[in-house]
């Protein structure tokens, strides 16, 4: 087992491992520790090259600290990467290996399932060290994120509701819901419970046509569900959706959904505002899964502590819109500026 450490402006700790026994190649980032032990997941990619995959998980870890600083879940951020192809280059040995380097870390970075990574990985990651989240329910797991994260999206739907129309009666809204997966099936029933009108498409036909039927919805074109007529597009796919080509295109005055990177640059979040659509930054409303891990590393896992938690993102966002409101920038900054604030603060004991 080889561990180098990459100096790296800005984060703490960077180290590049390999293990040419199970073949694991490897970089695992914790960005900050600030707020406390740094969380995030362990993405499994056919990376290019070590440089991909550094950038990769420099972003990620950066992301993830922003994240928890603004949800308030007393964690840090880091992120780790495994170069290889998550359908053919599995193997107990492999995860095992990570789970030795993870371990080496001494708890300053936490992993959990990420893209190419599920809950069988984690139990041999969790073989060699305690510093692992989303295992089983029976190991004492707080079980599948999704349902969180679309609490979590749905809180943040109504805030928007509040700023833009000044009530939330989503009898009178239509939301379209972009990707029909885990989370947009979660946030349907929500909204469904709640009256409003939905429109859902994905690059899976049955998978909308399953949520239209539950919830007496309509099945639009993934093709151009961005340019639906409606109240509030719910990117709940993939991200990036947000771009030069997109944006004259929107019909709807509030974006605000699970999917991660849904602008593809920073820039965009100005050029919403410009377009006078109020858009709910990601890392922000898509944060109730992360909550609810964080409560399963506090150790005593409570499902109605973690949905108090998760409820803060209706708070969290209404904050962010006066931010924006009040200083006259794009809502992805505002939430920039109160994950730094918070970045600033004392750590909690
Ligand atoms: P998922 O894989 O279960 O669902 C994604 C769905 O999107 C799939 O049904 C897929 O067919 C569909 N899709 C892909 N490309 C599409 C396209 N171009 N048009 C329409 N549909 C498309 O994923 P998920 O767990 O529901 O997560 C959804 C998004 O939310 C992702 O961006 C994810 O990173 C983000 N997210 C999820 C969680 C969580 O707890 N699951 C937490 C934070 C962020």
Not at 67 to 81: E, N, Q, R
Not at 214 to 224: E, F, M, N, S, Y
Not at 319 to 333: A, G, L, M, N, V
């Amino acid at each position: 087992m080889k561990i180098e450490t990459i100096p790296q402006e800005g984060y703490e700790k960077v180290v590049k491992c390999e293990d040419p026994e199970s073949g694991l190649r490897a970089v695992i980032a914790v960005h900050s520790t600030a707020l406390g032990p740094a969380l995030g997941g362990l993405r499994m990619w056919p990376y290019g090259s070590w440089d991909d995959a550094i950038f990769d998980v420099l972003r990620l870890s950066k992301g993830m600290t922003y994240k928890s600083a603004v949800a308030d879940t007393g964690l840090g951020g880091g992120k780790s990467v495994i170069i290889g192809n998550s359908k053919t280059e599995k193997s107990e040995a492999l995860f095992r290996a990570m789970g030795r380097f993870i371990d080496s870390l001494g708890g300053t970075y936490i992993t959990a399932e990420d893209v190419g990574t599920c809950v069988e990985d984690m139990v041999h990651v969790r073989k060699e060290t305690k510093f692992c989240t989303g295992l089983p329910l029976e190991l004492g797991s707080s079980g599948d994120p999704s349902p969180w994260t679309a609490l979590g999206t749905f809180l943040g739907i109504k805030a928007c509701l509040e700023e833009v129309y000044g009530s939330a009666d989503f009898a009178d809204r239509t939301v379209a819901i972009q990707g029909c997966g885990h989370v947009g099936a979660f946030l349907a029933d929500l909204l469904h419970e709640q009256g409003a009108k939905m429109i859902f498409a994905d690059i899976t036909p049955e998978r909308a046509q399953e949520l239209a039927d539950r919830t007496g919805g309509i099945v639009g074109d993934p093709a151009t569900i961005l340019e639906a007529e409606c109240d509030v597009l719910a990117p709940c796919a993939l991200g990036a959706v947000v771009n030069d080509e997109t944006l004259p295109n929107f019909r709807s005055k509030i974006i605000a959904g699970a999917a991660n990177n849904v602008l593809l640059r920073e820039e965009h979040g100005q050029r919403l505002k410009e377009a006078g659509i109020l858009y709910a930054p990601d890392y922000v409303i898509n944060a109730g899964g992360i909550i609810n891990v964080s409560i399963e590393v506090e150790g005593d896992y409570d499902e109605a502590r973690s949905r108090a938690k998760v409820e803060n993102i209706y708070n969290a966002l209404q904050q962010i819109f006066k931010i924006s409101r009040t200083e006259d920038i794009p809502t992805s900054e505002a939430a920039n500026r109160l994950a730094q604030e918070r970045l600033n603060q004392p750590a909690r004991s």
